[in-house]
């Protein structure tokens, strides 16, 4: 079981945690002289959105931390309740499940629009997932 809930934990990290973590830092990391043009150039484009105006650089900005918070949020709210399942349980199958799913979910939009990092992130947390609740259910723990 011990084995199980470290994958379990990892998928957590990997999911929430750390994708997060590094959705935050890539947003905040000095932009390249062409990154910085074309955010000068979102910065010009100004959006009528209901409640005011706002520059797509600044929604695009804001939007993507706000990404990288709610995935840490995610990860450790997950954390938080494998800590609180007692040592000899996994957490219940509904959260297994979701966490699956929207780990799925969120590989095949990293391989469809994005990159190598957020892709293999989200493609391990995925398979820890997967890997715990299939265990878990041969097991009969699940």
Not at 70 to 88: C, E, Q, S, Y
Not at 134 to 141: D, E, L, Q, S
Request: hydrophobic fraction near 55%; proline fraction near 4%; charged fraction near 10%.
């Amino acid at each position: 079981m011990q084995k199980l809930r470290f994958i379990y934990g990892l998928g957590c990290w990997l999911f929430g945690v750390v994708t997060g973590a590094v959705h935050v830092l890539f947003e905040l990391a000095p932009k390249s002289e062409k990154g910085e043009e074309l955010s000068q150039l979102l910065a010009t484009f100004i959006l009528e959105l209901p409640g005011g105006q706002v520059s797509a650089y600044s929604l695009f900005f804001g939007i993507s931390l706000l990404m990288g918070l709610m995935l840490i949020g995610f990860g450790i709210a997950n954390l938080l309740v494998l800590h609180r399942t007692p040592k000899d349980h996994l957490p219940p199958l509904s959260f297994q499940t979701v966490n699956m799913l929207f780990s799925l979910l969120a590989l095949l939009l990293a391989w469809n629009y994005l990159f190598i990092l957020p892709t293999l992130l989200t493609g391990l947390s995925f398979l820890c997932f997967l890997f715990v609740l299939i265990a878990g259910k041969v097991r009969g723990t699940g």
